[in-house]
């Protein structure tokens, strides 16, 4: 992340604001009518959703992600990664196609894969059938890929919301 890992509490909205901005989303009257309208306001399923590193079926065989190169060649598979470690390769060592095709990068989606399925705080909760476990470099920049991305209480609050439309 660079120099912006000191200004990420700027960068980024908590689960707390998430939640706050569409609290005031949705009391707004003027966007209230263009939701029932048909606009749809929410956040990129990659942050709030499901890894696309995890979903075992993919549309076309396409992974949709958007992968970074950090200023010393270290290739990332998305733009919230850092770290030597969640690096499948380097572009000063090798070219972009072969870094893609690479061990490095089985072994790191297969260590998502694996990982996520170990979310302590997932145990205990009655969405986790349903829900996609958020963020894996979000999980793992609060400490290990046993923790969660810390939007939780966002999610079930859409997931019931979804369920209780549904009904």
Same mark, same amino acid.
């Given at each position: 992340m660079g120099r912006g890992k000191e200004n990420k509490a700027e960068? @980024? +909205?908590s689960p707390q604001q998430k939640k706050k901005f569409l609290k005031d989303i949705n009391s707004n009257e003027h966007l209230k009518s263009?939701?029932?309208s048909g606009l749809k306001i929410s956040f990129p399923d990659e942050f709030t959703g499901v890894c696309p590193l995890i979903l075992n079926e993919i549309d076309g065989?396409?992974?949709p992600l958007t992968p970074r190169i950090d200023s010393y060649g270290h290739v @990332? +598979?998305?733009q919230l990664f850092s770290g030597e470690n969640y690096s499948i390769g380097n572009v000063y060592d090798n070219?972009?196609?072969k870094i893609c095709e690479s061990d490095r990068l089985s072994h790191l989606v297969w260590f998502m894969r694996y990982g996520m399925k170990y979310m302590h705080e997932c145990e205990k909760c009655v969405w986790q059938s349903a829900c996609g476990k958020g963020c894996l470099a979000l999980a793992l920049s609060n400490g290990s890929i046993q923790e969660t991305?810390?939007?939780c209480e966002l999610r079930r609050e859409q997931l019931t919301e979804d369920f209780l439309q549904c009904q």
């Open positions: 960068m @980024y +909205l263009l939701i029932e065989g396409k992974i @990332y +598979l998305c070219i972009l196609t991305d810390g939007e």
